[in-house]
């Protein structure tokens, strides 16, 4: 990547990451104080409409106060039982117009006891008559009935500051009803001085019905539901935060979704039980306002830091980067041209001119020693290559000496004395060899130990062939090595057809003569029935005499009780063969694997990593590939020779 690029990513991540903290930040620190500011002003849209119904619910008092501190009224009810009802009074005040024209959809007046005198309920926004029998029948109501004005003035004083007043028989709050909540006030019947006796009790109530519900949005600007708290229509969600809401006198919060936010209360009725369940539906204006100047913050940083990273792009491309480029190319040129001499004469006086003088410098120390390393690096290899050699004719020596010894050993010990020791006795008898043969208790032993010498015999011949034909194939392989040694400044491969399964046996037969201790070992051979092939049949019998004698030597220093070779030929595809040796030795550690065909690395402390790194070159001379795998030390190791099966074409 050039460095241009990578200042602009390096300068492009600075300035998106402090975006993003910054950004980060603001929503950590600035976000909540918007979401408190919101929650406030949602309990302050609650409690508003929360006054706003005990506003109502006040209203409505004042109404029947008006009502219950009126001669008027006070006369309609001290009238004794069998008199005629006033019918203008009733005409005048009571009509259906009257109570709704003081928006009332309830009125009861009573006598002490509870006896009704009148009564009239209507449906909230019409003129249809109710009946509820169960709250407020009208024929008399219950005289223990809470809004009876008599009940009320008995009620304790510690009431009070449950809007029952003792003094004068005040009652205002809420019911429910089996119409729905309502909002209630109850007052006593007196005359217009306020003084009594009291004659009895004059209710008023009002539905808080969707109609009222409505008003009141329309009041507060604020839209809100109301459930009863003992019907089953609250929803779910709301059932699920019961308990939290009627555990506190505070307001409940909670946020919605992204765009409402609820606020909970209860309202209690004139029995001070919570009645009502109060949910206030506030929209998130101050939250939305507040991402959005959130957003509009990240742009103007976003557009800030694009402003600086120009700026200083611009900068560094005048100051750092211009420059920079023309020591590169300039270092790109000279190496395709392989000219060291050419010079940069970069004329500054900053770091980059220092920098161009000491290249130019280094160029023209370069050029000095340019020649020694170049011979250098070829005696170098010359003495790589002779190493190799030396390496691999020391592997066959190894092989030839021991045929040889065995040959010394099966002479040095030849039954050729016993044979002259019948020729003796032959001589002995000339005349009567048959009768000695056949009488003397001597000549009886003569024909059986003649057939054990001879078997004896034949048994040394075979043995000495065998070896006389190993002697013969590594002195071959020894005179193959020389040769390639010889012709190493211009080397051609010999290639001919070969069968690889009599090649392995050949490999497997030299890497067991060249170590002592490795007859006990277990061979397994799995091979492919493969047919002829074009090979340089010398330089792979090299390489698996290599890999064999290394696996053989592995599995003698790891003391394996049960050393195990396995030697597999397979196809590898149309074009391709494999041949895998693997065993179960020491094995080869992760971190060696990258390393096991370098020159001059080993493991072994008599080793002088040679014949893998020669192993590995031989295989890339023939096209092929040469891989080892391994689980670890003391697991073994897997040695993969892949080779083309036709002879590759070189350019």
């Known amino acids: 990547m050039l460095l241009r690029s990578k200042m602009v990513l390096i300068l492009s991540a600075v300035v998106v990451l402090y975006a993003v903290v910054d950004h980060a930040a603001q929503r950590v620190l600035i976000t909540p104080s918007f979401s408190a500011l919101e929650r406030e002003e949602a309990r302050e849209d609650l409690q508003r409409t929360v006054d706003a119904i005990k506003s109502e619910i006040q209203h409505l008092d004042m109404r029947c106060l008006d009502w219950s501190a009126w001669d ?84 304790e004083t510690a009431a009070t500051r449950k809007k029952i007043e003792p003094e004068n028989g005040k009652v205002s709050g809420l019911v429910m009803t089996e119409h729905g909540p309502m909002m209630i006030a109850s007052r006593a019947i007196l005359t217009s001085a306020g003084t009594g006796p009291m004659r009895g009790t004059l209710i008023m109530g009002k539905f808080l019905g969707p109609a009222m519900i409505k008003e009141l949005e329309r009041q507060t600007s604020v839209r809100f539901d109301v459930w009863p708290m003992d019907g089953g229509a609250i929803p779910e969600r709301e059932l699920a935060r019961l308990d939290e809401i009627t555990s506190t006198t505070e307001f409940v919060v909670a946020e919605r979704d992204d765009e409402l936010v609820d606020v909970y209360t209860t309202i209690e009725d004139i029995q001070h039980a919570p009645a009502l369940l109060l949910r206030a539906n506030v929209e998130r204006a101050i939250s939305a306002r507040g991402s959005t100047s959130i957003r509009y913050a990240l742009i103007s940083t976003m557009a800030a830091g694009l402003l600086l990273l120009l700026v200083l792009l611009g900068v560094l491309q005048k100051t750092v980067l211009a420059p920079i480029a023309l020591l590169t190319n300039h270092a790109v040129d000279m190496g395709k041209q392989e000219d060291a001499s050419v010079k940069l004469e970069l004329k500054r006086d900053d770091e980059i001119g220092i920098l161009s003088r000491e290249f130019d410098d280094m160029l023209e120390k370069l050029a000095q020693s340019r020649a020694a390393v170049v011979e250098a690096a070829r005696a170098a290899g010359k003495s790589e290559v002779a190493t190799g050699i030396l390496h691999n004719v020391g592997n066959v020596l190894n092989t030839v000496n021991v045929s040889a010894t065995l040959v010394a050993d099966r002479v040095r010990n030849s039954r050729v004395a016993k044979l002259q020791r019948l020729v003796s006795v032959v001589e002995q008898h000339p005349s009567d060899l048959g009768e000695f043969i056949a009488r003397d208790p001597k000549g009886k032993h003569f024909g059986p130990y003649l057939t054990e010498l001879a078997k004896l015999m034949t048994t040394d011949q075979e043995t000495i062939e065998r070896e006389v034909v190993v002697l013969n194939s590594g002195i071959e392989h020894i005179r193959e090595l020389v040769d390639s040694q010889q012709s190493y400044a211009k080397r051609s491969e010999l290639r001919e057809p070969t069968r690889v399964a009599p090649l392995l046996d050949s490999a497997l037969k030299i890497s067991e003569q060249a170590l002592v201790d490795c007859r006990k070992t277990e061979v397994v051979r799995e091979y492919e029935d493969l047919p002829a092939m074009p090979l340089d049949k010398h330089k792979l019998l090299e390489i698996l005499v290599n890999l064999l004698k290394n696996a053989r030597e592995s599995m003698q220093r790891s003391n394996c009780e049960t050393p195990r070779l396995v030697v597999a030929l397979r196809r590898a595809g149309a074009d391709r063969f494999r041949i895998e040796i693997t065993d179960n030795g020491q094995g080869i550690a992760a971190e060696s694997l990258t390393r096991i065909f370098s020159h001059g690395f080993t493991t072994h402390a008599a080793g002088h990593g040679f014949g893998l790194h020669g192993a590995a070159n031989s295989v890339t001379e023939m096209g092929g590939k040469l891989t080892a795998q391994s689980q670890g030390v003391g697991f073994g190791a897997v040695f993969t020779l892949e080779l083309p099966a036709v002879a590759p074409i070189k350019a």
């Open 72 to 155: 008027d009224t006070y006369r309609f009810v001290a009238a004794p039982p069998d008199a005629e009802p006033d019918q203008a009074y009733i005409d005048s005040n009571l009509g259906r117009k009257a109570v709704l024209g003081d928006h009332a959809d309830l009125l009861f007046i009573c006598k002490p006891g509870g006896e009704v005198v009148w009564s009239d309920i209507t449906e909230p926004g019409s003129v249809k008559k109710l009946a509820m029998r169960s709250d407020f029948p009208r024929e008399a109501l219950s005289p223990s009935h809470p809004l009876l004005a008599e009940n009320a003035a008995a009620a």
